[in-house]
């Protein structure tokens, strides 16, 4: 069974950066490259919501709109890491930041498959932006 664990939160002022990683192993008879790797957060109160994805293979991303140009997500295949650059953090990126993997089903890239649903998940990292 793949097990995913996520590092890096923090606390962190309004207007820092933190990266956070997402650690992946076992792979269920796949390989890291099979995957697509998302990255969520769940906010105090609030459900958990897709924020970014990395199709491993190739490499292809995709961010919502509210850390598209502030948050980069990356991958380095030799560690079966997948990373989250966060800058410019904002009070609001506050969360629980959860990564997750499947090995995509669904045609349509990131949004396909982050809508499809995932199959394996992290237990969470903490990030708390203070102002």
């Known amino acids: 069974e793949v097990q995913l664990v996520e590092s890096g939160g923090g606390l962190v002022r309004v207007g820092g950066s933190l990266r956070l990683s997402c650690a992946a192993s076992g792979f269920s008879g796949f390989t890291f490259d099979d995957y697509a790797i998302g990255w969520f957060r769940q906010a105090p109160g609030k459900e958990r919501e897709a924020i970014s994805c990395?199709?491993?293979?190739?490499?292809?991303?995709y961010y919502v709109d509210s850390v598209k140009g502030r948050f980069t997500i990356s991958r380095d295949n030799a560690k079966n890491t997948v990373y989250l650059q966060m800058n410019s953090l904002k009070p609001e990126d506050t969360a629980v930041y959860y990564c997750?993997?499947?090995?995509?089903?669904?045609?349509?890239?990131?949004?396909?498959?982050?809508?499809?649903?995932?199959?394996?998940w992290g237990k969470g990292t903490l990030v708390t932006v203070s102002s």
């Open positions: 997750a993997a499947v090995v995509p089903q669904v045609w349509g890239g990131c949004p396909a498959i982050l809508s499809y649903g995932m199959d394996y």
């Open positions: 990395i199709i491993v293979d190739d490499g292809t991303t």
